[in-house]
């Protein structure tokens, strides 16, 4: 589309343009998409309430502008290259054509099964092409889709399902994820024990395994779709009009909700995506994340689509059938842009650099990491080996809740940098605030992160808790939205995020709050009291270690820990359970009985040097014999 930057001059002056003028700024590149009123005002906001507008006043459907309007020029090409988990079954292309009519009979099935605008619809389903299908279908009609990651337990699930009020499950029998089978719907099952809202569940057949059937609310995809009208006029949506829901920890059990709109985050999203990457017609995009995770929502589905683009979706993991997977898919498709985690990176780079010297990468233009800090060895070794020192690297920071990318390099027009995300956005303007609380002038410093003015695709609120949203993002720093992150700043202005500064712990790339695993854990009968709090990991990034109290001397320490690992995975999901479990007669805690984590973390990281003054804790003696016994 037309707001593609093209050199460094072009970044410059827009991002000072986007500062300056953001009104018009946005403008400009908001009248490239398709909208069915123009809006009144660009954007409004306040945020001591919080509140944030954007294209106030204009009437948009996101799929019109995903799929309808590239109908008349690119109704054959693809717009979906899917990729199975078995490398023996056949990859499948879909063009936008093709997209099209799927969707628009998806969204008769849901209209069919009495789902309207603004109902919330759970969709907890493998990496499959009905999975955006099933989100797109949502977005025709208006309905809000709550996408829950299908690597969530039963109990997840359930809590996402109760939050926002779902009131179907679109899922499938099973998933396949390398050599696993997920029983996807017998968890959802599992999680309707606990549910009332919910009055259907459409199953996709995809593994084909035996299932529990319940007539009463349970229907098959594949009869639901039959002789179904593929023409489904879009509903007209508001711009500030919800998209969807998606969740994410934070440091308290419950998980946070985060709200999207439709118009700034479709122009947020396609904008970022055109920039970043640098995608250009014909070229082929690959994106490894889960639609589980936003990256999947914005840069898998919405970005891409939006901006007529091939993007491919891939059903497995990158160690099935064995380590050079992601580069067999590459050579296939002949991938022009690849978006992958550094949890991903650090693992290939543990295996023989010939897994990936056998196939030819010679398509790839453009590389990308997103989810968590990449360090210097991981960075070097994607630019040696995937990259050959010819494709520039943009590490993309953002988040759940900012919607879109906000600080990275845009690929081969600005300067990257080992493990710097390097510069913000057009339209983002970061500061750095010390540990006081006061805003950093310096250029070259490091501190906490926070942003200072809207942009178009920042979350509007957590479902259901306006109070948190206000709590969590906007109390750290006057008029500055909070996102958790400590960074470092060069003297070029280069942002380099060194990680979060709250209970917040990034496992392999998965944003992981600390209480709901700790929660998880106190479950236990034999378990008083723990903490859990994250180290780093050479592969993970970080993982988890959980100290834990128990009523009795611990007898079979392997079988409680054990159970524990069971809990954790089946309350919180397989991805959170801590690598390591120490058993403790107590916690570190202040007088007024908080858990000093920050002692915690330190012994974790085996960094007992420098462990400040404990002599003010109300049971210093404990912190020795924790030390004694760490692992
Ligand atoms: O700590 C930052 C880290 O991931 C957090 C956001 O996690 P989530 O909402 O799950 O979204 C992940 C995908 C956008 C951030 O607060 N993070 C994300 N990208 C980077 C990063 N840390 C360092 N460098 C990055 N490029």
Redesign the pocket.
């Known amino acids: 589309m037309g707001f593609q930057i093209q050199s460094y001059q072009q970044y410059l002056d827009d991002y000072k343009k986007s500062v300056t003028n953001p009104a018009e700024f946005w403008d400009e590149i908001a009248v490239h998409f398709k909208w069915r009123k123009h809006w009144d005002k660009t954007f409004e906001y306040d945020w001591s309430k919080p509140e944030t507008k954007w294209f106030i006043g204009g009437q948009l459907n996101i799929t019109e502008n995903c799929l309808d309007r590239h109908l008349a020029s690119k109704a054959d090409q693809t717009a979906i290259i899917w990729e199975p988990n078995n490398p023996n079954e056949k990859s499948v292309r879909v063009t936008y054509k093709e997209l099209h009519s799927k969707v628009c009979a998806f969204a008769n099935v849901l209209k069919k099964n009495g789902i309207q605008k603004g109902d919330k619809v759970c969709i907890y389903m493998p990496m499959i092409v009905e999975l955006a299908v099933a989100v797109l279908a949502c977005a025709r009609i208006g309905a809000v889709h709550s996408v829950v990651f299908a690597g969530f337990s039963s109990k997840a699930l359930a809590a996402r399902i109760n939050d926002a009020g779902c009131k179907i499950v679109l899922t499938a029998d099973g998933g396949y994820r390398g050599e696993k089978t997920t029983p996807l719907k017998n968890i959802v099952d599992e999680a309707l024990k606990n549910c009332s809202t919910v009055n259907n569940v459409l199953v996709f057949k995809r593994t084909d395994q035996p299932i529990n059937w319940n007539d009463n609310i349970d229907k098959w995809w594949h009869e639901e779709i039959a002789q179904i009208e593929d023409i489904c006029e879009p509903v007209v949506l508001d711009s500030e009009d919800e998209l969807f829901i998606l969740y ?1 920890s934070g440091s308290t059990g419950k998980p946070k909700g985060m709200v999207h709109t439709c118009g700034g985050y479709m122009v947020y999203t396609t904008y970022s995506f055109q920039n970043v990457f640098q995608y250009k017609e014909g070229d082929v995009y690959w994106c490894t994340a889960d639609i589980g ?3 999947g929502h914005s840069y898998i589905i919405y970005g891409p689509l939006c901006l007529g683009a091939t993007t491919v979706m891939f059903e497995g993991v990158p160690s099935y059938p064995d380590y050079g997977r992601f580069w067999e898919v590459c050579e296939k498709h002949k991938v022009n842009q690849f978006y992958t985690a550094p949890t991903a990176i650090r693992t290939l780079a543990k295996h023989p650099k010939d897994l990936v010297d056998k196939y030819d990468l010679s398509n790839l233009k453009v590389l990308g ?6 360090n210097e060895e991981a960075w070097h070794w994607y630019d040696d080996n995937v990259g050959k020192n010819k494709c520039p690297i943009v ?7 900012t919607g879109g990318i906000l600080i ?1 390099s845009l690929a081969g027009v600005t300067e990257g940098k080992p493990t710097f ?1 390097t510069l913000p956005m057009p339209g983002i303007q970061p500061a750095l605030f010390d540990s006081e609380g006061r805003k950093i002038e310096n250029q070259e410093a490091e501190g906490i992160l926070a942003i200072q003015h809207p942009w178009p695709s920042i979350a509007r609120t957590i479902y259901g808790d306006h109070e948190r949203y206000k709590n969590v993002y906007f109390s750290a720093y006057p008029n500055h939205y909070f ?3 400590g960074a470092l700043r060069d003297a070029k202005g280069n942002y380099r ?1 060194t ?2 500064v709250d209970d ?1 712990v ?1 496992v392999s ?3 992981l709050g600390t209480a709901p695993v700790e929660n998880a854990i106190d479950e236990h009968k034999d378990v008083v009291e723990c903490a859990v709090v994250g180290f780093p990991h050479d592969v993970k990034g970080n993982a988890l270690y959980a100290f834990v109290i128990t009523y009795d001397k611990v007898s079979k320490p392997e079988q409680l820990k054990n159970e524990i690992l069971e809990l954790v995975s089946k309350t919180v999901g397989p991805i959170a359970k801590p690598d390591k479990i120490q058993f403790v007669s107590g916690l570190p805690k202040t007088r007024s009985g908080k858990i000093m984590r920050r002692i915690l973390r330190k012994i974790a990281s085996k960094d007992t040097e420098n462990l400040g003054d404990i002599s003010t804790l109300l049971n210093p003696d404990v912190v020795t014999e924790i030390i004694d016994n760490s692992l």
Request: charged content about 15%.
């Open positions: 994410t995770w936003i990256t990491t997103v989810g968590e800090p990449i590490d993309t920071w953002w988040q759940t809740e990275s995300a996102p958790g992150d995020i990680g979060r917040v990034i790339g998965h944003n």
